[in-house]
T-cell receptor, first 111, second 115 residues
């Protein structure tokens, strides 16, 4: 079967650092994506990992360990506008490019 | 310029009706998708077309029928609407499939409410 797990909700303080974890079990692996989705809006792309290690993009970083079926999204210097849902999605080893999404983690940033 | 657009943004209709949602992308991508996001925010793939060819057809009732007249357009027609069809439907597009690092770009979504 295919399964992606993320915490449902998290709360953090403005200016702090937060780590959102994602664990997955899929039929093969061909990349992991993180998306941000503000309430009532479309998901927007944040990061992509296909090899083990850390990818850094400004305040956001994403880490992947394929052997552990594990990824995390690290958000630094949190801002109020970072309050949103963060979706972890895995692409399995098929020829369709199909993404399997986790249910998302709703992050609330407090002053 | 809007990259992926959908119409309508809101759709309120009664059970048993037939409705369509339209999607257009101006990114020159060759792959388009339809997703359903339920009340629990779970985003699930329904269909995908690559160069107008259907490549993903998940376990979706056959009341749902996608149509891709060309690479830039992917429409979704729903027959005999049911209460359980109420959700937000997102269209998305991407360049490439397997092995491609390219992300999917999502449209603004269509909030469908069936009463």
């Amino acid at each position: 079967g295919q399964n992606i797990d993320q915490p449902t909700e998290m709360t953090a303080t403005e200016g702090a650092i937060v780590q959102i974890n994602c664990t997955y079990q899929t039929s093969g692996f061909n990349g992991l994506f993180w998306y941000q989705q503000h309430a009532g809006e479309a998901p927007t792309f944040l990061s992509y990992n296909v090899l083990d290690g850390l990818e850094e993009k400004g305040r956001f970083s994403s880490f992947l360990s394929r052997s552990k079926g594990y990824s995390y999204l690290l958000l630094k210097e949190l801002q109020m506008k970072d309050s949103a849902s963060y979706l972890c999605a895995v692409r399995g080893r098929s020829n369709t490019g199909k993404l399997i999404f986790g249910q998302g983690t709703t992050l609330q940033v407090k002053p | 310029d809007t990259a992926v657009s959908q119409t309508p943004k809101y759709l309120v209709t009664q059970m048993g009706n037939d409705k369509s949602i339209k999607c257009e992308q101006n990114l020159g991508h060759d792959t388009m998708y339809w997703y359903k996001q339920d009340s629990k925010k779970f985003l699930k793939i329904m269909f995908s077309y690559n160069n107008k060819e259907l490549i993903i057809n998940e376990t979706v009732p056959n009341r749902f029928s996608p149509k891709s007249p060309d690479k830039a357009h992917l429409n979704l027609h729903i027959n005999s609407l049911e209460l359980g069809d109420s959700a937000v439907y997102f269209c998305a597009s991407s360049q490439g499939l397997f092995g491609s690092p390219y992300e999917q770009y999502f449209g603004p979504g269509t909030r469908l409410t069936v009463t």
